[in-house]
């Protein structure tokens, strides 16, 4: 299983991004999917996560409003929509999986996850 994050960059703030998430040797759609990030000296970070089997959709509270999670037309892709960006969205981001759904508890901890891809570099900066 590899999952391959992208759409990562340098973006003012209030601006938005997109990241994706693509994956090999599963069929992602029966899948949960995360997204996590991690700044420097901090723990890694549970941002949102999409669930496989019904598509609900959970967001930690300071990106609620903002960000949204969505699964691509052909369930092959996962999208993390992230708009009115500030400075402390700023960290690598990441993609994981769950198998089915997502913890409703749970669905924050990385120890959650079985797989993950390499992450990508968001930085908020005017």
């Known amino acids: 299983v590899q999952l391959q994050a992208s759409g990562g960059g340098l973006v003012q703030p209030g601006g938005s991004l997109r990241l994706s998430c693509a994956a090999s040797?599963?069929?992602?759609?029966?899948?949960?999917i995360g997204w996590f990030r991690q700044a420097p000296g901090k723990e890694r970070e549970g941002v949102s996560c999409?669930?496989?089997?019904?598509?609900?959709?959970y967001y930690t509270d300071s990106v609620k409003g903002r960000f949204t999670i969505s699964r691509g037309n052909a369930k092959k892709m996962v999208y993390l929509q992230m708009n009115d960006l500030k400075p402390e969205d700023t960290a690598v981001y990441y993609c994981?999986?769950?198998?089915?759904?997502?913890?409703?508890?749970?669905?924050?901890?990385?120890?959650?996850?079985?797989?993950w891809g390499q992450g990508t570099q968001v930085t908020v900066s005017s």
């Open positions: 040797g599963l069929i992602l759609e029966y899948y949960a």
């Open positions: 999409i669930s496989g089997n019904d598509g609900s959709t």
């Open positions: 994981a999986t769950d198998y089915y759904k997502c913890n409703p508890m749970g669905w924050g901890r990385p120890s959650e996850y079985d797989y």
